[in-house]
C-alpha cells in the first residue's frame, strides 16, 4: 500500500506531488545547502556558549542568578550576531516584542518611521494607528499606544523605490530625506509581508540596501527589523546588514516547534538595556523574570530551528509548484528567492479560502476531526478565518493556513515540523480543489 492511499487519495494527486517535487529538485538542494550552514553556526554558538543540562532547570520567584536565561540570551545574541539579546517566555508575541523595543528605545517628542509602509493589523493597533474601517476612526485612547505616549510615526513604503520611474524615485528620496531629520529617531523595518498580498518579503540584500540609505540621511537612526518568519532562511541575518535590533516570536522559526511561548531581541548592549526597562522596569532590566517553563524547549527549539526551518520552505516550495500546476496564482513563485517561510495563494472566492483552510485541518495532527470558523482575534480589523491544528496553540512554526476575510482573498501558508507532513497538507489541499 502508497501512503495516498491510506487517505483514499486518487492517483492523480500523488502524480502531481511528485511531479512538483522533480520540477523544484535545485531549489530543494539550494535550501539544503543554506540549512546545514545554519545548523553549523547553531551547533557552533552552543559549543562556544559551553551550553550543559544544568542550563535548562526553571526558575520561581523574582527569578534572580538564573543561569540559563543568562546563557539563552548570550546563545541568541551569538547566532544572530548581535552584541546581547532578550529572550523570555513574558514576551507573548512578535507585536508585543516590537513594542516593547519601542517603548524602550523611544521618548515622549521623538519619532518613528515605518520605512516598509503601513504595519500588520496588530502592530498598526498598538502603535495608534487609523482602524482599517471605512469610518477612519482612531484606536481607542488611553490604550497606552504611542499616540498616546506623545511619539508620532509616518510611513514610508521603500519597497516601491525597486519598481519606481526616476519620477517616483526622486520623490520617494525627497521625502525619506525629509521624514529622516528631527525628531525622527528610530526606522522600522517589517521582513515579512504581512497581510499585504502586494508586497513581498524582503531578502537580507533587500534590507541592507533598504538601511544603506537610511544611514546615508540619517547615520545616528535606531534601526529595528522585524524579523519575523525571516530566521535562518538565508545564511546571513538583518544585524549583519547593518540593522541595530532584530526581534521576533518564538513560536515561529526560532523556536523550532518546541518553544511553547515568548519572543526575542538581539542587538546592540545599550538599546538592549533600554528594552528590557521596558519590559520589566527601569532599575530592574534583565535581572528579574523568572523562567518557570522548562528551559530545555527554548534550547533545543533554536538548535532544531535551521532544520524546521529548511523543510517548511521546501515545502512552501513544492506547494507553490502543485498548485501552479493545479491552475492558482502563488506568491513568490517555486523559482524566486525568498525572505520567508510564508506562502501566499491567490484566491478568488471566499469559499475557496473555506476549503483551503479547512483542507490544512483536515490533515493536522491536533484538533483535525474540528472544523475552522472565521471568528474576531484580538488586535484584527477583520474576521480572520485560521486553521493551526498545532501542538502550540497559534505556533506558525508548524503547518498552518490564515487570511483575513477581506477583498482580495488571499490565503497565507506557513511553516511545517516536518516536509513530509507539509507534503500531506499539500494532498488535502489537493484533494479538495480538484475533486
Known sequence: ?????????????????????????????????????????????????KISDDCFY?????GYNDRGREKLDALFARV????DALVRPHLVSGTHTLFTCLRGILRPGERLLFATGRPYDTLWKAVGGKKAAEDGSQSSAGEGNLIDWGIPFFCLNMIEEKDAGSEQRR???????EMLQKPTSAVLIQRSRG?????PSL??????????KIRYYNPDVVILVDNCYGE???KEEPLEAGADLIAGSLIKNPGGGLAPTGGYVVGRKKYIKKISSAMTAPGLGKELGAFVYSKRLFFQGLFMAPHLTGEALKGAITLARALEKAGYRVDPRPQEKRGDIVQMIHLKRREELYNFCRAVQEFSPVNSHFVPIEGETPGYHDPIFMAAGTFVQGASSEFSADAPLR??????LQGGLSYQHIVLGIASILKAILA
Open 232 to 234: 535562518f532562511v538565508e
Open 407 to 412: 477583498r482580495p482573498y488571499t490565503l497565507y
Open 195 to 199: 497581510y499585504n498580498p502586494f508586497r
Open 203 to 212: 531578502t537580507v540584500e533587500d534590507i541592507a540596501n533598504i538601511i544603506a
Open 58 to 62: 526553571s526558575s520561581e520567584g523574582y
Open 1 to 49: 500500500m502508497e501512503w495516498w492511499q491510506l487517505y483514499a487519495l486518487k492517483p492523480e494527486i500523488n502524480r502531481l506531488i511528485v511531479e512538483a517535487e522533480k520540477e523544484v529538485k535545485a531549489e530543494h538542494e539550494a535550501i539544503n545547502a543554506v540549512s546545514l550552514f545554519n545548523q553549523a553556526k547553531v551547533l557552533n554558538a552552543f559549543q562556544e556558549e
Open 80 to 83: 544572530f550576531k548581535g552584541e
Open 171 to 177: 520623490i520617494l528620496e525627497k521625502n525619506l530625506k
